[in-house]
């Protein structure tokens, strides 16, 4: 049986070694210090900056602005290395064209219907930017901020502080958000993310990451040869604009239907009414295990061209697939390739779409004193 690449390295860690090397390529089994260089500057002059981490066998490169994860690379069965997470290579497209790749998302992950919520009786009109609908924060979300960044080595394992603060009537939403993610990549070459917030009025909040994931590497084509597996038996169907209806619906019988391991392609044209209005998959899974304190095991996803792997444990009670429908062929990412339909998925764990406008959802307001905490963790493997 071919060994794990976490027992691989875990094994040369306990021998004493600090790296082996095979087939000419190098796998850490210690934290380096991250390393932070220029990236660009916005159009006002400000600089942003990009941060290099390795831990475990794990490559990562985050920027200040967005918290982006603009590439992170990971073996496969024979030790060769790929950048699994789509980006650019300059700022300048990050501004103004970026689809959300790799970034940070708030202060509301997904849509809320109309840009609007009513919270203690009280009504607020958002940013609109997806049709008729606010959509991940918002013209202005969490994405197009730069953030404060502060490196960390706690052990053996080294990452990233991320700071933002959210003022009061940001992008429409009440009160004063103090936002802290941390980054972190472990001695097994896990990416782990905890989220933070508080604030000084009652408001809603729903923190997430969008990285666009091809375990082949950026830029070599369709995700759809890749295995998913949900642990979930409902989703939430949707409305044209993609707003919850409000139904968790039975996956049973469906295109929607990944508890047990299939390719995405499988189904994806098989012309369900779902996804004829989202073009595939967009949609929130409603996670089997719900809330929960600590991290579980929610998703896998499988090349088996690479043998890579990607698990996701979350404390979230949704976690919404994307299957990149709206990439069209526009965007020209870091390895120089155009990023077409179906070249890359996203699983973004969350509390569900539009939730301030279903009672019945999950609820996703924070009050003063209160403190927002949700922690999603990737584990890669081949």
Known sequence: MELSRRTAIAGAAAAGVTTATVGGTAHATGGRKPVKELFGKLADGTKVHRWSLENGGTRMKVLSWGGVVQSLEIPDRKGRYANVSLGFDNIEDYVAKTPYFGALIGRFGNRIAKGRFTLDGKSYQLSVNDGANSLHGGTQGF??????????????????????????????????????????????????????????????????????????????????????????????????????????????????????????????????????????????????????????????????????????????????????????????????????????????????PDSPNHSSFPSTVLRPGQTYRTTTVHTFGA
């Open 143 to 352: 994405d197009k901020r730069v953030w404060d960044v502060e490196p960390f080595t706690k052990g053996s394992d080294v990452g990233l502080y991320l700071h933002y603060t959210s003022a009061d009537g940001e992008m429409g939403y009440p009160g004063t958000l103090k936002v802290k993610v941390t980054y972190t990549l472990t001695r097994h070459g896990d990416w782990r993310i905890d989220y933070e917030a508080t604030t000084t009025k009652a408001t809603v909040v729903n923190l997430t990451s969008h990285v666009y994931w091809n375990l082949a590497g950026e830029g070599s084509g369709t995700i759809e040869n890749h295995e998913l597996k949900i642990a979930a038996g409902r989703y939430t169907p949707t409305d044209a604009g993609l707003i919850p209806t409000g139904e968790l619906a039975k996956v049973s019988g469906t295109p929607f239907d990944f508890r047990k391991a299939k390719a995405i392609g499988r189904d994806i044209r098989d012309g369900h009414p779902q996804q004829v209005l989202a073009k595939g998959y967009d949609h929130n899974w409603v996670l089997d295990k719900g809330i929960t304190a600590k991290p579980e095991h929610v998703a896998t996803v499988c090349d088996p061209s690479s043998g890579r792997t990607l698990k996701i444990a979350t404390v979230e009670p949704g976690l919404q697939f994307y299957s990149g429908n709206f990439l069209d062929g526009t965007l020209t990412g870091t390895g120089g390739s155009t990023y077409r339909q179906g070249d890359a998925l996203c699983l973004e764990t969350q509390h569900f």
